[in-house]
């Protein structure tokens, strides 16, 4: 269709492992003529009509890319997802013509300038005047384009002050912000992007996605974005491609296509659970017969994230008649760091089996990954069994319309009631 500026067909990436050549000067000379002069496939490394390895090839090949078909359409901002290792970063360099693939096609439409590091072309002896002429030369720009945008991508870099500085001095924040500010003043028609917003303070992490909204929707521009913040993503693109192991799980709209990825790698709902004492954890005094973490959920395949209420029930055999029991849930995080220690109420228990159940309130706990441990506690103060780590969990971030994305400080997020307001002016004349 004419909208379309690029189109990806059964597009595969294979890298061959271990030594390079094949061992003979011969077969390595036949090996270039047939595919860098006759542009053949390799003769030595052949796949077969699916697109597979042959077996004696099978060791020593790593699939990077597997079959992908998609369109981007002009205007459209296409976020690329999926854990390292997916192939996010090798499917880009293939869009940028950094890296050829192994089979299949990609077609564009347009000028195309990728960012995919920060900082390509800069010389550490040189001032940043002298880089932002020497980056945007390897970026694409002409001596006449850099010299008109020059003032503008020094006040976006927020440098001013330094420009003439060695670059070597620069700290590395400052040394992004000019890299970013080269790069973001490009005007391309696909831009590509990759992992831009993994450095750099709050302030830059605003600028360069307020610039890519700019480019997007201002300008018309297309926009494939890689990013593992799940937050930027859903606030720049319209669009999402998901990759795992460097096949398409999922393409579509933004949110869908992110809930189903981040539903797809947390680690919730653990629970464990136990169908006679003799199994069970615990000693003679008291036995584990469940427990579970249940995050509260509209929706099954809405993400788990900091809004969302943590439900923890447990039940035990309680081996002694006529004991006070009391059970201490202890959240901890990866780290090591202690973030609550909440008792239950101590009441006295016959033999048999006992429940509880807490909830941990949505707005409350920070995301990242934790655990939990169980302590049961005889009259207050006598220890009768520690269930270590028995439950782990990760929480995702949200922001909702705070457009920062750097990690949030502090264990805990309360969402308490913090109301700003602004009186009324009541301007007098002079008498």
């Known amino acids: 269709m004419a909208d379309t500026v690029i189109q990806v067909e059964n597009l595969s990436k294979v890298y061959r492992l271990g030594t390079i050549g094949t061992g003979s000067l011969r077969q390595d000379l036949q090996r270039w003529w047939t595919t860098a002069f006759l542009g053949k496939e390799d003769p030595f ?23 992908l078909s998609f369109d981007v359409k002009q205007g459209e901002v296409l976020g690329i997802i999926g854990s390292n290792g997916s192939g996010k970063s090798t499917l880009l ?41 020497i980056s945007g030369y390897v970026l694409g720009m002409n001596k006449e384009e850099i010299r008109r945008k020059f ?13 003439d500085t060695p670059v070597k ?49 201002t300008e018309g521009r297309t926009i494939l974005f890689v990013s593992h913040s799940m937050q930027a993503v859903q606030s720049l693109c319209n669009k999402a491609l998901w990759l795992d192991k460097g096949k398409m799980k999922e393409i579509g709209e933004v949110s869908r296509v992110v809930n189903k990825y981040i539903s797809g790698v947390q680690k919730f709902q653990l629970s464990q659970e136990w169908a006679n004492p003799e199994e069970a954890p615990g000693n003679d005094r008291i036995r584990f017969k469940q427990v579970e973490l249940r995050p509260v959920l509209n929706n099954a395949n809405d993400p788990v994230d900091i809004r969302v209420p943590l439900l923890v029930k447990l039940a035990l ?5 006529e004991v006070n029991l009391s059970i201490n849930l202890v959240l901890f995080s990866y780290s090591g760091e202690c973030i609550f220690d909440l008792p239950s109420e101590n009441i006295k228990c016959s033999k048999g089996l006992v429940e509880g159940e807490v909830t941990i309130p949505g707005n409350f706990l920070n995301d990242g990954s934790y655990y939990i441990s169980l302590y049961v506690v005889k009259d207050t ?20 319309d705070i457009q920062w994305f750097g990690k949030w400080w502090g264990a805990v997020r309360p969402k308490f009631p913090f109301r700003l307001e602004q009186p009324d002016l009541i301007l007098q004349a002079d008498s």
């Open 45 to 67: 490394f052949k796949l077969d009509s699916n697109g597979e390895q042959s077996i004696e090839n099978q060791k020593q090949a790593l699939w990077a890319l597997q079959n």
């Open 381 to 400: 103060s006598v220890p009768l069994f520690t269930f270590e780590e028995c439950l782990s969990f990760d929480l995702e971030d949200f922001r909702g």
């Open 169 to 217: 001095r620069y700290s590395s924040g400052m040394y992004v912000r000019l890299a970013f500010a080269v790069a973001a003043h490009l005007e391309p028609d696909i831009l590509i992007v990759d992992e831009v917003l993994a450095v750099g303070d709050a302030e830059f992490q605003k600028k360069c996605l307020g610039k890519m909204q700019e480019v997007s929707q």
């Open 151 to 163: 003032d503008a991508i020094v006040a976006f870099s927020g440098i001013e002050k330094f420009i």
């Open 93 to 133: 360099k293939i869009i940028s013509r950094i890296v050829k693939p192994t089979k299949g096609h990609v077609r564009g439409r347009g000028k195309v300038s990728s960012l995919l590091e920060v900082g390509t072309g800069f010389h550490q002896e040189l001032s940043g005047r002298e880089n932002i002429y």
């Open 317 to 321: 055999w309680n081996m002694a008649d």
